[in-house]
């Protein structure tokens, strides 16, 4: 069973007010029940195999990407303390009230690495291009933390790059007018479409 409140009139965040409430998360006391641990790879291999678009060669070149990717993760170096993190934390899951700022959708709540919510950010500046610099040093300002500084950012940053090329491989497998946006997030992981940001487009 769960629990839902209805949300009075709201709107998207377009102020940088996730910050704020990802600090007030990650410094949350850690419960006394089990909340589970936070798995980024959830569903990125099934993806992978049920998909028909890449080549085999691109195939084998995501499968390999991703063993590695878990490795990475089973060593990531130490960095802030682990916490309750959102696991899914973009700036779609926060709008704003007129009581303030609510964060959204709990679904991958567990206890993880609080980088890993900072990543989604970082990541929209480095390699999807649609945060200015601007905007993210005010989000680092409001947390108090730069994860661009932690020496585990990379690692974070291609696991959150290829969930997402999974979830476009998806839909590209549903829905045509994907496909070329599935394609060049393949180029971009496989090296071929140059450096950072490669300003990925939003699909489905």
């Not at 995501?62 to 990531?76: G, K, M, N």
């Not at 950012?153 to 959150?160: D, E, G, H, K």
Request: a negative charge.
């Amino acid at each position: 069973m769960t629990f839902w409140e209805v949300l009075p009139p709201h709107h998207p965040d377009t102020t940088g007010e996730l910050a704020p409430l990802l600090r007030d998360l990650h410094r949350l006391p850690i419960p006394d029940f089990d909340l589970g641990t936070f798995d980024p790879f959830l569903r990125i291999a099934e993806r992978l195999e049920a998909t028909q678009l890449p080549t085999p060669a691109e195939r084998g070149f995501l499968r390999e990407h991703l063993d590695e990717l878990r490795a990475e993760w089973r060593s990531i170096p130490s960095g802030l303390p682990r916490s309750v993190i959102h696991g899914d934390a973009w700036s779609g899951n926060c709008v704003i009230t007129a009581d303030g700022p609510v964060l959204l959708d709990f679904e991958w709540t567990s206890m993880g690495p609080p980088e890993w919510d900072l990543t989604y950010t970082a990541a929209s500046q480095d390699t999807f291009g649609n945060v200015s610099g601007a905007t993210y040093r005010r989000f680092v300002k409001a947390y108090g933390h730069d994860v661009r500084s932690w020496e585990g950012y990379s690692t974070l940053r291609a696991i959150r790059e290829l969930q997402l090329v999974s979830y476009a491989l998806q839909i590209a497998d549903q829905e045509s007018s994907a496909r070329p946006e599935a394609r060049h997030r393949i180029d971009c992981v496989m090296g071929r479409a140059g450096a950072r940001p490669w300003s990925w487009s939003a699909v489905g």
